[in-house]
């Protein structure tokens, strides 16, 4: 038989990082098995449980670094996976951050004369130095007077829940909102298959429709994704 190659993930069925990571794998790579792990917890237990030498076994567990328990949980994880030869690590800080390090990600969800591109201003403007200070290697990025002025809270928040309310800011109120429990139908589905559009919900797309295997390989394309999947060598059909 032929071994297969399985993704594994923290996330629950239904949540919003679990549809979005089916919907990759779906149109780009669809002979890989998406399997939900509920949590990271159980994450790192099933790794360690794992007896299959046969098949493939790509593991995405997020990368929250200053996170403590996360960073407990995935040291474990590590210590695991390295004793097994047919388990591969993924590397991403989280699902949020993927989204929003998307080098499309305003021009898809704004229209160029958007009223929410000035609204938003400060959201924007911390995202751009958000995503800067990590690309560069600074993981300080709670003294950066752009992302403190944004969330006044900062020092109370991780890195993953930074990346989860500055996507949501940004997304609200769009096709392509984004929440723990959701996620926007204009990220997994064709344009314009938005059951709620109404004519004046226009976004950076309405003039140059995209089918979903292009959203996929775009988002695939411009974030980190490209990197670490071909890092593990796992090929998608583009």
Not at 97 to 118: G, T
Request: with cysteine; proline share 2%; glycine share 4%.
């Amino acid at each position: 038989m032929t071994p297969r190659t399985f993704l594994w993930i923290e996330d629950r069925k239904g949540k919003a990082s679990y549809k979005f990571w089916s919907c990759l794998f779906h149109q780009l790579c669809p002979d890989v098995v998406v399997e939900s792990k509920k949590n990271n917890s159980e994450l790192v237990k099933a790794v360690n449980k794992l007896d299959d030498t046969d098949n493939r076994y790509v593991i995405v567990f997020d990368n929250s670094f200053d996170n403590p328990q996360v960073a407990m949980e995935q040291k474990l994880l590590k210590q695991y996976a390295d004793k097994k030869k047919n388990v591969v690590l993924i590397d991403i800080i989280c699902f949020e951050y993927i989204l929003l390090e998307f080098k499309n990600l305003l021009s898809w969800i704004y229209a160029p004369d958007d009223e929410f591109l000035k609204k938003r201003a400060g959201a924007i403007l911390a995202r751009e130095k958000l995503i800067h200070t990590l690309e560069i290697g600074n993981m300080n990025y709670r003294d950066i007077k752009e992302i403190v002025e944004y969330d006044i809270y900062i020092e109370e928040h991780n890195i993953e829940q930074l990346a989860s309310k500055l996507l949501f800011d940004l997304t609200r109120n769009t096709g392509f909102e984004v929440s723990k429990g959701s996620i926007g139908d204009c990220w997994i589905k064709s344009c314009c298959e938005w059951e709620d559009r109404v004519d004046n919900d226009l976004c950076g797309l309405d003039s140059m429709r995209l089918s979903i295997r292009d959203k996929m390989k775009s988002i695939y394309e411009g974030t980190c994704l490209k990197m670490q999947f071909c890092g593990v060598g796992l090929e998608m059909e583009l």
